[in-house]
């Protein structure tokens, strides 16, 4: 199949993903259903690594943004690397066979048993956020004979302007360490014989739609990397984050061209590898999640859509008030209505869209939440004791199964009766 623009798309009245209608994998699989695009995943991820060449970059994939083994394996087998934020996605990448040399493991609260971990699988970096956490590192390092590469993640103070609750590089934000007192923390790391300090590190938030945070936080990083060549030291990493925006309604997302044209100068001057952790911009639209129509309520203030998926599978917009789009996957041509989508869960914020003017379904039909592919199943819980969506991967005209289904069974296996 030759490369299409956008791999879900309608042809006549019907949603496709790639050359698989969406009512055809429903009718399979059943509701709700994350549906995945093999090819928009590589297409995305070819980008951004076409994108970035000129700097030879370590892509690590950011695993919390859909971490099912068979995406980590399709995106490894590409080349990416990964960015791990917990010893469990640490063994999910072990699984997907993604190589410990291209792990880097961010995150203010790893545990000892999670260092441990990472030490003996030898993944490449540890993104340090404190010095209490420098100093359990080392520790544990100690006590394997080994030494563990690190990096410190500086918060560089920058609004990268995205929602409050997912900015992460402001100075009231838990994340990182000041990067006033950088100095500090390598003279620090070099006072401990079980550390090697080779990066510097830096995560915006999430998603960031204007190119200027990245410039100005960089030009902060680059102020630390030549205070520390005045102290002889020296690096070997330059990790800049993630956090780059998508399309979900009509935001008009920086290029990943435009991206590399504006970190060109503060890269080349470093003289560091590079190394990105895009997680969103790879996969936020390569999936679906498609649901079915439970019941249209209608009363004399509102009209409601209520749908067999919840903020138990979807949670982004109660989270944070993020708008996706949501769309037949059948039109029909029926007359329009404006309605809340809303899911089945006992909560005033278990909603999908508010106010939105639809076509008017009926019980049964199918609706396609989209942009769902980052953050999506990946949040989900079990919350009022509903078992998980089925994922399924697209490739052609082909669905796979890449996770099942959870039964009732799957609720309660780990309890104790
Ligand atoms: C979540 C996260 C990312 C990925 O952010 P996206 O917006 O999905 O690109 C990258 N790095 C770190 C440290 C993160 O926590």
């Not at 699989?29 to 090819?39: A, D």
């Not at 068979?70 to 469990?88: H, N, P, T, Y």
């Not at 590469?149 to 100075?171: E, M, Q, S, W």
């Not at 909560?347 to 999908?352: L, Y």
Request: with cysteine; proline share 5%; aromatic share 8%.
């Amino acid at each position: 199949m030759s490369m299409v623009q956008n791999p879900f798309y309608y042809k006549t009245r019907t949603l496709y993903c790639e050359n698989m209608p969406v009512r055809t994998l429903v009718k399979k699989y059943g509701t709700p259903l994350y549906i995945y695009s093999r090819q928009a995943f590589l297409q995305r991820y070819a980008e951004v690594a076409g994108g970035l060449k000129e700097f030879n970059p370590l892509i690590c994939f950011s695993v919390k943004s859909n971490a099912n083994i068979a995406i980590l394996k399709m995106l490894g087998r590409a080349g990416a690397g990964a960015d791990i934020v917990s010893g469990g996605e640490l063994f999910r990448c072990l699984k997907a066979g993604i190589p410990p040399s291209r792990i880097v493991y961010a995150g203010v609260g790893k545990t000892t048993a999670e260092i441990r971990f990472a030490l003996k699988s030898g993944i490449r970096l540890f993104n340090v956020e404190s010095l209490p956490e420098l100093h359990a590192i080392n520790a544990v390092a100690r006590g394997m004979g080994t030494i563990a590469r690190i990096g410190f993640r500086l918060n560089p103070d920058v609004d990268a302007k995205t929602h409050a609750l997912t900015t992460t590089g402001k100075k009231e934000n838990k994340f990182g360490l000041p990067i006033a007192h950088a100095l500090d923390y390598y003279r620090e790391a070099g006072r401990l014989a079980h550390v090697r300090a080779v990066g510097i590190d830096m995560h915006l938030g999430s998603p960031i739609f204007s190119l200027q945070p990245y410039t100005t936080a960089l030009r902060k990083l680059l102020a630390v990397l030549d205070t520390l060549a005045t102290h002889n030291i020296t690096l070997e990493e330059l990790d800049i984050g993630g956090g780059l925006g998508i399309t979900y309604a009509n935001e008009k997302p920086f290029t990943v061209a435009a991206f590399a044209r504006a970190i060109r100068p503060f890269v080349r001057r470093s003289g560091l590898r590079l190394i990105v952790e895009p997680g969103r911009y790879i996969c936020g639209n390569s999936g679906i999640l498609a649901t079915s129509v439970t019941y249209v309520k209608k009363t004399p203030v509102k009209n409601f859509i209520i749908t067999d998926s919840g903020m138990n599978d979807l949670i982004r917009p109660p989270l944070y008030g993020s708008y996706h789009r949501i769309e037949p996957v059948q039109k029909r041509g029926q007359r329009t209505m404006t309605a809340d989508i809303v899911g089945p869960i006992c909560e005033s914020s278990d909603f999908m869209g508010k106010d939105r003017k639809i076509e008017e379904p009926g019980a049964g039909d199918c609706l396609a939440v989209m942009s769902a592919g980052a953050y999506g199943f990946s949040m989900s819980s079990n919350y009022n004791s509903r078992p998980r969506a089925c994922e399924v991967l697209v490739s052609v005209n082909n669905a796979s199964v890449i996770r099942r289904r959870e039964t009732y069974d799957d609720l309660v296996r780990a309890e104790v009766r």
